[in-house]
């Protein structure tokens, strides 16, 4: 999540393909695990323990964060140093996949039927998370579905070797993996994580809500006081955080996410269509410019958005804050709106 705006590519996915995290298990002696011990690089020269950004980065964890400089040195001399990570440029198929087209991915009617049974399993959770978080249900399980297809698919590729390779030989967003790396380690000491045996996805985002390190600190809740944050194993604690982190990015209780919305003179608003992310523009200024609700709407501020809904039609809507707060989790307007209808369908399954 959050970062998928940048798409990244390995040049080599030599990755360990192993499912699942072992990230329960009891910290080895070293704090390292088995399976980064193992994987030692032939030469310690080509390990990442041996650039000096690497050793600039070890010498600051220490200092700011009293963390143990063995555990670190050992850690990092057993990653290989990866060749440069490389960006695709933004017309790359992934980002102009039509809406139509990304959203056969996501709102299918198996996981809508997945997600009602998600839901129906944790109603306990999700009735909690409602009250305490102001966060209806749907959302909640929808947004794990896109995700993760409800915990299925959280990737398998080591936590650390991912955000080590990304903060230094990828220049763009070092700075930004350098710190979520610090996120990750500081985590791993917390939680009581062996270095190295977390999985998630190539760029580290981690468990059925694939929060990015430091969201996992930050926002990531002990749903059910078990005394650890589990988003791998714990639906109750995947439940709360993702309601806990709406909550925290303005998630407006009970208010409607869009209307529908009819465009007369789409030339007059063409620099509004998919601008920003806020709502921003009041009903009568959207009729000024010949935006026009197809459906009742409610008398606030709303942002304009057009997707294409097959080769020839482009469907708008007028989008509330909700909108734009499940775009806070991924700032792509199709993966919001397939949240959202894939909530929509979640809802009306029972009716099937
Ligand atoms: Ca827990």
């Known amino acids: 999540m959050m970062i998928k705006q940048a798409v990244l590519v390995f040049l080599v996915l030599g990755l360990t393909a192993c499912s699942g995290a072992d990230h329960n298990s009891l910290p080895s002696n ?3 695990s088995n399976s980064l011990l193992e994987d030692m690089p032939n030469d310690r020269t080509d390990s990442y323990v041996v650039n000096p950004d690497v050793q ?22 057993h990653i290989k140093v990866r060749p440069t990570v490389i960006e695709k440029s933004d017309n790359q198929p992934e980002s102009i996949t039509p809406y139509y087209e990304y959203k056969t991915r996501f709102v299918t009617e198996s996981r809508a039927k997945s997600g009602y049974q998600f839901a129906k399993e944790n109603e306990k ?12 249900s749907d959302v909640i399980v929808a947004l794990i579905g896109v995700e993760t297809y409800y915990g299925r698919i959280t990737g398998s590729k080591d936590v650390f070797t991912s955000l080590t390779t990304l903060a230094f030989d990828y220049p763009r ?52 006081q078990d005394g650890h944050i589990d988003l791998w194993g714990s639906e109750a604690d995947a439940i709360g955080s993702v309601a806990n982190y709406l909550k925290h990015h ?4 009970n208010q409607d996410w869009f209307v529908l919305a009819q465009v007369t003179a789409p030339k007059k608003v063409v620099a509004d269509i998919n601008r920003g992310r806020v709502a921003d523009t009041d009903m009568a200024t959207w009729s000024s410019l010949g935006v026009l609700p197809l459906q009742s709407f409610l008398p606030v501020k709303t942002g304009l958005i057009g997707l294409r809904t097959s080769s020839e039609d482009m469907t708008y809507w007028l989008a509330y804050e909700n ?3 499940i775009m806070d989790y991924n700032p792509s307007r199709r993966y919001a709106m397939s949240v959202l209808e894939l909530a929509v369908s979640i809802g009306s ?4």
């Not at 600039?56 to 001399?77: G, Q, T």
């Not at 700075?175 to 760029?203: H, M, P, V």
Request: charged letters at 30%.
């Open 30 to 32: 070293s704090g390292i």
């Open 56 to 77: 600039i980065f070890i010498d600051r964890m220490a200092l700011d964060h009293d963390y143990d400089k063995e555990r670190l040195e050992l850690a990092f001399s």
């Open 125 to 136: 959770w999700l009735k909690k998370a409602e009250q305490e978080f102001g966060v209806e």
């Open 173 to 224: 967003r070092k700075d930004y993996f350098q710190s979520e790396l610090e996120a990750y380690l500081l985590l791993a000491r917390e939680e009581g994580w062996n270095i190295g045996e977390t999985k998630g996805s190539y760029s580290g985002a981690m468990g059925m809500v694939q929060f990015m390190p430091s969201n996992y600190r930050k926002l990531a809740v002990d749903y059910d």
């Open 250 to 253: 303005g998630w407006v209780t």
């Open 323 to 325: 909108f734009f707060t």
């Open 349 to 352: 399954y029972e009716n099937n």
